[in-house]
């Protein structure tokens, strides 16, 4: 597992990698594809430098949580680079070839990522990687 299951050292670390990135300074492999995550997201930008660490982000306040929505690309990229699930890079190669912008083929994705990850929260089991991948194969079609 590449994260900790701790909410305030998981956005840390998204806080730590972004100022080193603003900063010039040196990034681990990890933080840069954080910064690079963090950069096509101008409007979390504030949120990683002035909100508390705590700040909770709930479907009542109106916005979305930052931290998750640029997890879930981080997940996207982790699973097109080991192709888990099986067949899942060329689906992501087909999706940006037809949208021609990777963010927008990755923002695709990760509501299919979402739905598929509440489903299997809500049903108390692990996500269904069939019914995944046949929501990705959707968005090319």
């Not at 701790?6 to 990135?21: G, I, P």
């Not at 002035?50 to 009542?60: I, K, V």
């Not at 998750?68 to 699973?79: A, K, V």
């Not at 108390?124 to 968005?139: G, H, T, V």
């Amino acid at each position: 597992m590449i994260f900790g299951q701790d909410r305030d050292e998981l956005r840390n670390m998204y806080r730590e990698a972004w100022s080193k990135f603003c900063k010039d300074m040196p990034l681990t492999p990890l933080e840069n594809q954080i910064a690079a995550v963090i950069e096509w997201h101008p409007e979390y930008h504030d949120d990683l430098v002035n909100e508390a660490l705590d700040r909770e982000y709930t479907p009542e306040g109106g916005r979305g949580n930052p931290y998750l929505h640029m997890g879930l690309h981080l997940g996207i990229r982790e699973q097109v680079t080991t192709n888990r699930p099986a067949g899942i890079q060329m689906i992501y190669k087909a999706l940006v070839t037809k949208t021609g912008d990777q963010h927008a083929a990755e923002h695709q994705m990760i509501d299919c990522l979402a739905e598929t990850l509440w489903e299997a929260q809500s049903q108390n089991r692990a996500p269904d990687e069939q019914k995944y991948l046949e929501r990705l194969r959707r968005l090319n079609v």
